[in-house]
């Protein structure tokens, strides 16, 4: 019979968080202030607690706030799904308006009242006040739409903000002026493309403007977001840290684990290894920069439809462990966690007419991540045996295992002593607790499983 086993002695990263983001759906939920009938909450309240709640919800303890570019006001570029579109402050030089934006920010507040206790400031595009084309998307692809004599006003603004929410109790822990900086952003949303060298001359200005304001010590630099996790990390991550003032104020390189092949017929027929991808980023890491963490900012699956069941969350479940055991990330924080299209997307799925949000597999297979792993744990050893995967972590006396069986047959397995709580998702469970049998537990096939030791 398999085992589930582990070795404290063999200890990895420490880990920090699990995030997601608000772009695309806080600024249409947090206007929902109708009773959801279930809980008897308001919705725009209940969905926050299932999301950022430790006891109600998964505990997700990382929110990704979108400084907008100011398309929604606007009404310019070629955006044609509303919901993609953003409020911006901006309304002159150093002039703002703090009442925009306010269904989003009223999400960002919900959510750090019911636990998110870090909040990132990410920008897809600047305000098009600073943008070449006037517009929240750029022109010609590979050009950026930021001037370099736009940096410094840019910089100004996403510290005004931050120092904002600060005064107003929001735990603002980094700041990400760049976002998936590689590719072309022509359109379809706000994005801005990014040179590497472009990459570095914005993050000095950063580094050195967050130096001279002391509400921001304790915030730090985050990025560069780079969108595939095969192609140019190594090139941005080199213009995020070889500057020593940018060093001071970064903890981490931040990237996107996704993994999109291209279909270019000259190599549509390449097996491409994803692990492969991360060891050797990994490897990059360890041997240039020794000590620097990285995280994964931003993945979703990628894929159209609406998949509420067990397929989906297992393909999440996979990367995250490869990202987690082979990448050694300090942070796992999914794209959006609401989704308003059919798309293999976000956590929860919501519905703009009439208001209803549903539940996806996905969000408990989170949980049995977020809910149960918490801030300042150590990745250890692990192993459940032969065709289950698994991840452990320790901290203060507890272990917390999850283990993923993708396979079509159930599994035995022969569990440590004092296991305190084993929560299951599957075809069948959500979350749900279930008890062992004599020590042993047989871990459903497709399935996610956490189970929790205490000394």
Same mark, same amino acid.
């Given at each position: 019979?398999? $085992? ?12 920090? %968080?699990? +995030? ?5 759906? =806080? ?39 979108? &400084? ?46 019911? +636990? ?19 517009? =929240? !998307? ?7 739409? &930021? ?19 600060? $005064? ?7 700041? %990400? ?19 590497? !060298? ?5 993050? $000095? ?6 130096? $001279? ?9 985050? +990025? *560069? ?15 995020? &840290? ?26 549509? !027929? ?5 692990? %492969? ?15 620097? =963490? ?10 159209? +439809? ?75 050893? =692990?192993? *459940? ?71």
């Amino acid at each position: 019979m398999r $085992k589930l086993v582990s070795d404290r002695q063999k200890s990895y990263q420490t880990f920090e %968080s699990f +995030g997601v983001s608000g772009a695309w759906w =806080a600024q249409v939920v947090g206007g929902w202030g109708e009773t959801d009938e279930a809980s008897g909450m308001p919705k725009r309240e209940r969905i926050a607690e299932l999301l950022f709640n430790k006891e109600k919800g998964i505990g997700i303890s990382c929110y990704r706030y979108n &400084l907008g570019g100011g398309s929604a006001q606007s009404g310019k570029g070629n955006i044609s799904e509303p919901s993609r579109r953003a409020e911006s402050f901006d309304i002159g030089e150093t002039e703002y308006d703090w009442s925009r934006d306010e269904n989003a920010v009223r999400m960002m507040k919900l959510a750090v009242s019911e +636990g998110a206790d870090e909040v990132i400031l990410f920008v897809n595009s600047p305000p098009e006040r600073w943008t070449k084309n006037g517009k =929240a !998307h750029c022109e010609k692809a590979g050009q950026t739409n &930021l001037p370099k004599s736009n940096y410094e006003s840019f910089v100004r603004y996403c510290l005004d903000c931050a120092e904002h929410f600060i $005064k107003e109790g929001i735990p603002v822990k980094y700041i %990400s002026p760049v976002n998936e900086p590689v590719w072309v952003w022509t359109g379809g949303q706000e994005g801005c493309h990014y040179r590497p !060298h472009q990459v570095y001359s914005l993050m $000095k200005i950063l580094a050195r403007e967050m130096d $001279k304001r002391p509400a921001l010590d304790g915030v730090k630099i985050s +990025g *560069a977001e780079n969108g595939d996790i095969r192609w140019f990390n190594k090139m941005y991550s080199y213009a995020m &840290l070889h500057d020593k003032t940018v060093r001071r104020r970064v903890d981490s390189v931040d990237v996107h684990s996704y993994f999109l092949t291209p279909d270019v017929p000259v190599i549509r !027929h390449i097996k491409f290894n994803r692990v %492969s991808f991360l060891r050797r980023y990994r490897k990059f890491m360890d041997t240039f920069y020794p000590g620097v =963490a990285v995280k994964t900012s931003e993945w979703t699956h990628m894929k159209g +439809g609406r998949d509420y069941g067990i397929d989906s969350a297992l393909e999440q479940t996979k990367v995250m462990m490869e990202d987690i055991s082979v990448l050694n990330v300090t942070s796992w924080q999914n794209w959006i966690a609401l989704s308003n299209v059919d798309y293999c997307d976000g956590l929860i799925y919501e519905n703009d007419g009439p208001r209803t949000f549903e539940m996806t597999k996905r969000y408990y297979a989170f949980g049995n991540f977020s809910k149960f792993i918490e801030k300042g744990s150590a990745r250890i050893e =692990a192993d *459940a045996g032969e065709g289950l995967d698994c991840v452990a972590f320790y901290k203060d006396g507890k272990t917390v295992y999850v283990i993923a069986n993708r396979t079509k047959e159930d599994k035995d397995l022969e569990l440590p002593a004092n296991v305190s709580g084993v929560f299951m998702t599957s075809k069948k469970y959500n979350l749900d607790r279930v008890y062992p049998e004599n020590g042993t537990i047989i871990i459903p096939a497709e399935s996610i499983t956490t189970v929790i030791t205490e000394e």
